[in-house]
């Protein structure tokens, strides 16, 4: 993970078309400038980066469902839970299962876990648009990194 | 009315948070009751689920756009319900 940057995604570890799901794993870096603040001298990650992180999982699963045709925005979260606490070199296992698949929107539900022990969880919601200008090659650079064009699509 | 339009009344109202007394068969659900296009999405997927069905939003909003369909013939609630019930008619089919 890159926290400044808004990777939140290492490393796509399955892409399931049948159950439509995906699975993949990110590890908390130990030092970032988010830390600096959040909050001095008790480093520990943001709600809103695990929610983040949750919808990039779910983001990927659209794209590669969806075959990089579309980009999905999120648009909605819904009965978002924080469990624990979340602090340097965790190492997150993060789950997507595509809930329904709308005309022009998509819901997943999401959850984080640690060790087998659950983080977080919520349910997401994304609007289904053609990709911006630029954004599409953009998008696939960044499945390439995690692993997932290679693997999955 | 029929129980379409009731529960779909009951989804605008409780998404949008619209009173129900608003919201009759003639309302337009964009002009009349002020809904915008990610509330609309939020009671697309509650119609959806309700019913089963896949509103062909991305459909609609093409013809209208391309002025093939005037928006009322989807957006005023009458209309909507009688789509619903043609889609639900034709998932049973």
């Known amino acids: 993970m890159r926290l400044e940057y808004f990777e939140m995604i290492d490393r796509v570890t399955s892409l399931d078309r049948e159950t439509k799901r995906i699975e ?13 603040g959040h909050f001095p001298g008790h480093p ?101 990194r995690i692993g997932l064009l290679e693997e999955s699509v | 009315m029929s129980s379409t339009f009731e529960t779909v009344a009951g989804i605008i109202s409780e998404t949008a948070d619209i009173p129900r ?7 337009h659900a964009i002009e009349d009751l002020g809904i915008d296009s990610l509330a609309f999405l939020d009671i697309a997927f509650a119609i959806d689920k309700a ?19 005037p928006a009322e013939e989807y957006f005023v609630l009458k209309n909507l319900v009688a789509r619903i019930d043609a889609l639900v008619a034709a998932k049973q089919a």
């Open chain 1, 24 to 36: 993949v794993s990110s590890v908390v870096p130990q030092e970032s400038p988010v830390f600096e």
């Open chain 1, 44 to 144: 520990l990650v943001p709600g809103v980066l695990l929610t983040e992180t949750m919808a990039q999982a779910s983001g990927y699963l659209v794209l590669g469902l969806m075959g990089f045709t579309h980009m999905p925005f999120l648009m909605g979260v819904d009965k978002a839970r924080f469990r624990t606490f979340v602090g340097p070199g965790t190492v997150l296992a993060v789950t997507a299962q595509l809930e329904h698949e709308g005309s022009g929107y998509a819901v997943t539900k999401a959850r984080i876990t640690a060790e087998g022990k659950p983080i977080c969880d919520a349910e997401l919601r994304f609007r289904i648009m053609p990709f911006p200008e630029g954004m599409d090659g953009l998008m696939r650079a960044q499945a390439r």
């Open chain 2, 21 to 27: 007394e608003q919201i009759t068969p003639e309302s």
């Open chain 2, 51 to 69: 019913f089963g069905i896949k509103l062909p939003l991305e459909q609609w909003t093409q013809e209208v756009n391309e002025g093939k369909a």
